[in-house]
């Protein structure tokens, strides 16, 4: 699942500034076979303007990163608006939408198997078509819950990145 939120930036002339925007989904193999189903999680703090507008970076219409998840997406479940309460630290960010309801995120670093003591990890991509570098980490809680899709990921790998892109 990815999730984006929007420091600074807009689509067209609608402002996304402070905004996030997430894409749940499941596959039946590797992503890039396709068959997936996913919907749009849309910041429910966005008026109308800016949910059209976050709904349409989701399902790809402006290209991008966006467009490749679009491309593999199969079936689209109905976009979900809710509000989202972000608490950005890095790898240590916390996510929870609808109360932590909808989903719940928390990521941290990863520990050493032997020590216990977390380790600093990162991946640099100069190439990278989202980011150029990532903290690698694991989530500590990662629930999703809405009709048609749940799943529930804690435990598992985690990434966070903060990267630029601007579409056309």
Known sequence: ?????????????????????????????????????QLVLIDGRAPSAQRKALEALGKGDAGGPFAVLASVTERWLPTIVARFDIRLKGIRSVLRVDSGKIYDLALSRIKNPVTGDEEEVYLDKPTGFT???????????????????????SGQYAEFSKFSYAGP
Do not use: C, Q
């Open 1 to 37: 699942m990815y999730t984006w939120i929007i420091d600074k930036g807009a689509y067209g002339d609608v402002k996304l500034d402070g905004l996030g925007v997430a894409l749940p989904g499941t596959f039946p193999g590797a992503v890039h076979l396709g068959h997936g189903t």
């Open 131 to 153: 980011a150029k570098r990532s903290e690698l980490g694991m989530s500590t809680v990662a629930r999703f819950n809405a009709p048609g899709l749940e799943f529930d990921n």
